[in-house]
């Protein structure tokens, strides 16, 4: 190295538990929740919210904010992300809801689509396509069965070619969803549904990547490179371009690489600058949220290897249909299948690390009972029997 060349600046090392609780408050799971900006504060702050047609308990976009903030109203849930244009859908980490402010952040996919001869299987007439552009200018927003219909049979996977249409029409920016019917996708004309200011906008693409990576690396706190990647689905050509400018630090956090060896990570500045603190929020987590979508990050932070097994046939599932995980003190100590039957929530499947939990699986399940207006809680199967009696007090306290 010679003189004039400055040494390069020392890599900041975190311990396992620090980058846990890091990870905890960046997810607004750690410290005095934002209640002043709401639901709506909660999506801008993540960035991200995934859709999935599951409901159990409730669907998965709901139990996102209800997971940082508490029992916030669920009609007050679905009016901050569908009202006034707040949000639109796209793809990122899956289908997901955006803050409408990430409009000009996603040009970048947008004109990928565009270059692509299919999107969604099949190519469609540009008559068709028109068509439904020219239906929607003239009517407004519209549902695909609005429009002329979703499917041509009954089979789920038979879309019409007015479906696929204006499925490609939203790929490639041309149509928006703002809101959802009895969940169908309404669908509208971006140039009439975006602010003008944000339709108009058409950052380059490393401008775009550069910005969606720095996001993720603050929705994150500290993250490694396939974390990274993971949280939007970014290819590995896109990431490389934009870390460097992105803002975040690079850090090495203990315990993260294989064998428990250090890995190299990389965290937002503002994560660092002070000491994670405050009160840890007790709750039932759907497995679709952002703390916990990414199973190799879970299991890296928490030590849960957690599956969806919905999709599992009934008899090789370990943990249940909707298994939710228990958060308690900034750990994941356990898992619950809920269900509903008219008031009463039904905890069809029920497994804790330790009984020293018990208490918080009783906090979350009354809590979260209230939420979606059950007045009872009824235990259905219990990994360990021993602790159902202290339970159930708690249930009934």
Do not use: N
């Not at 859908?89 to 899956?94: I, L, N």
């Amino acid at each position: 190295m010679t003189a004039s060349t400055p040494a390069p600046a020392p890599v900041a090392t975190l311990g396992a538990d620090d980058a846990r609780r890091i990870a905890l408050r960046a997810q607004g799971l750690l410290g005095a929740p934002d209640r002043r900006g709401g639901v709506r504060g909660v999506l801008r702050h993540l960035g991200a919210v995934q859709l999935d047609t599951i409901s159990v308990l409730a669907r998965s976009h709901e139990l996102i904010p209800y997971a940082r903030l508490g029992a916030v109203g669920r009609p007050a849930v679905e009016a901050a992300y569908w009202g006034a244009g707040a949000s639109f859908e796209y793809w990122s980490h899956a289908a997901c809801i955006l803050p409408i402010e990430e409009w000009p952040l996603f040009a970048f996919r947008r004109r990928r689509y565009r270059e692509r001869t299919h999107v969604w299987g099949k190519q469609v007439s540009e008559a068709t396509y028109r068509s439904v552009l020219d239906q929607l200018r003239t009517e407004g927003p519209l549902t695909s069965t609005e429009l002329g219909g979703a499917k041509k049979t009954a089979d789920w996977w038979d879309w019409s070619d007015t479906k696929i249409a204006v499925e490609r029409a939203l790929a490639f920016g041309d149509v928006v969803c703002t809101e959802r019917r009895s969940w169908k996708r309404v669908y509208a004309l971006a140039e009439q549904a975006v602010p003008a200011e944000l339709f108009d906008a058409e950052p380059a693409d490393d401008e775009c990547l550069r910005t969606l990576v720095a996001q993720s690396g603050a929705a994150l706190g500290v993250a490694t490179r396939a974390d990274l990647l993971d949280y939007h689905r970014l290819r590995a050509e896109q990431l490389d371009a934009a870390l460097a400018d992105s803002g975040l630090v690079p850090v090495e956090v203990a315990g993260w690489g294989p064998a428990g060896a250090p890995a190299a990570a990389w965290a937002d500045p503002a994560a660092l600058a002070a000491a994670p603190r405050g009160r840890h929020r007790t709750t039932l987590l759907s497995p679709f949220d952002s703390l916990i979508w990414d199973r190799a990050r879970t299991e890296r932070i928490f030590g849960m290897a957690h599956r969806l097994e919905a999709y599992t046939p009934k008899p090789k599932r370990v943990h249940g249909y909707f298994a939710m995980p228990l958060l308690a003190g900034g750990r994941l100590v356990g898992r619950v299948d809920p269900a509903r039957e008219g008031r009463t929530l039904v905890a069809r499947q029920v497994s804790l690390d330790s009984a020293r939990h018990v208490e918080a699986l009783a906090t979350a399940l009354r809590e979260a009972a209230a939420w979606v207006g059950c007045d009872a809680v009824r235990v259905e199967a219990l990994q360990e029997e021993s602790l159902r009696p202290a339970l159930e007090k708690l249930l009934k306290g």
